[in-house]
Nanobody, 122 residues
Framework: QVQLVESGGGLVQPGGSLKLSCAAS????????MGWYRQAPGKERELVAV???????NYKDSVKGRFTISREYAKNTVYLQMNSLEPEDTAVYYC????????????????WGQGTQVTVSS
């Protein structure tokens, strides 16, 4: 069974930092892309950052220069370092993996984590 497990959310004051982690567990051959989405109350889920294998990183405009996505390929893990957090960043953050292949030959088009709450408030 393959799943994505997130950690690192919490409550932080404006201007503070948090680092989210997401590890894909199970027997995995490769993952094409990993990234982060978020969903604030009453709003649609939106892309925050995505990092394809060997491709260009894509960030939501409002997080450029503040958030940094990175991957640890050997551990099938993706991180999101969030600095200079603003109240508008408050949301549930979801880890995302695309093109995840396993030894049986199955390729998962997309997988989602369970979500982790990030609250930016004084």
């Amino acid at each position: 069974q393959v799943q994505l497990v997130e950690s690192g959310g919490g409550l932080v004051q404006p201007g503070g930092s948090l680092k989210l982690s997401c590890a894909a567990s199970g027997r995995i051959v490769m993952i094409n892309a990993m990234g982060w989405y978020r969903q604030a109350p009453g709003k649609e889920r939106e892309l925050v950052a995505v990092m394809p294998s060997g491709g260009s990183i894509n960030y939501k405009d409002s997080v450029k220069g503040r958030f940094t996505i990175s991957r640890e390929y050997a551990k099938n893990t993706v991180y999101l370092q969030m600095n200079s957090l603003e109240p508008e960043d408050t949301a549930v953050y979801y880890c995302y993996a695309a093109g995840l292949s396993v030894p049986s030959g199955t390729v998962y088009g997309s997988l989602w984590g369970q979500g982790t709450q990030v609250t930016v408030s004084s």
